[in-house]
């Protein structure tokens, strides 16, 4: 393949094809996030920004093996709703998007989706549908079970197991919050405050700062009810950027290495 294009909508459908004959793009990054407020300073793209911006930098340091998907900009961020230029998904009609996005992906031959997300109004959602996800894909995008009707095994959990247990399911989806791949110690020592990821605080606003500084209306911290943001800085940023990108790339070994 002559490009080194790391997001999959730029491709045409036929370096796309290419590229998996080559035996390219074993893992794909799917980045989710929300447009939602963020404080007086920070753009309401924050979150969705955040998430595709990690993946890339880990995409292009493991190139050609990662891809990056269409980023899912809205989330679901009802409780912030009370704020103008917020955008909100129902749970259940964000996560169908989703799982049809990885679907997707996988019934074109990239069995290792790894869904990066950069909104805490995701989580719960998320985490809570991932058991069933996995179980559905291990079924109909996975290694097939020696038997299919489940009758060798004595209980739904034993199903289960064998699907999900084995040394190679076939397939290898994950579910992080690009935070959740920053240490918690390493994250304490580097911001005054020691919380993160909060929301258009310390953290957010650093790593702004640094990736998007377009974006941080430093005329405006000072209208936020909390401090907190002024303590933010592009240093700061920098080095919880790197260390989130890290971060991703060492899940994203873990699956090439599956």
Do not use: C
Not at 95 to 120: C, I, P, Q, T, W
Not at 216 to 245: C, E, H, M, W, Y
């Amino acid at each position: 393949m002559s490009t080194s294009e790391i997001r999959l909508e730029r491709l045409t459908r036929r370096e796309f094809r290419q590229a998996l004959d080559d035996g390219h793009f074993q893992v794909a990054i799917l980045a989710t996030g929300s447009i939602e407020q963020h404080n007086e300073h920070l753009a309401l793209g924050q979150d969705i920004f955040s998430s595709t911006h990690v993946a890339e930098l880990a995409a292009r340091q493991l190139y050609p093996d990662v891809i990056v998907a269409v980023p899912i900009s809205i989330g679901i961020a009802e409780h912030h709703m009370g704020f103008p230029g917020t955008l909100s998904a129902k749970p259940g009609a964000w996560l169908a998007v989703v799982f049809d996005a990885v679907e997707s992906v996988m019934r074109h031959g990239v069995k290792k989706v790894l869904v990066l997300n950069g909104h805490g109004g995701n989580v719960a959602p998320a985490r809570a549908a991932m058991n069933q996800w996995k179980l559905h894909l291990a079924q109909t995008q996975g290694h097939p079970l020696p038997t299919a009707d489940g009758t060798n095994y004595a209980t739904h959990g034993e199903f289960g197991e064998a699907l999900l247990d084995r040394d190679d399911p076939g397939i290898d989806f994950r579910f992080h919050s690009y935070w959740d791949l920053v240490p918690k110690e390493f994250a304490e020592e580097v911001l005054d405050t020691g919380a993160f990821p909060g929301h258009a605080q310390e953290f957010e606003t650093s790593f702004t700062m640094h990736a998007f500084p377009d974006n941080v209306r430093t005329d405006a911290i000072q209208f936020n009810k909390s401090n907190d943001p002024s303590l933010g800085t592009a240093d700061k940023g920098r080095l919880i950027l790197d260390k989130a990108v890290e971060g991703v790339a060492e899940v994203v070994h873990d699956m090439l290495g599956r």
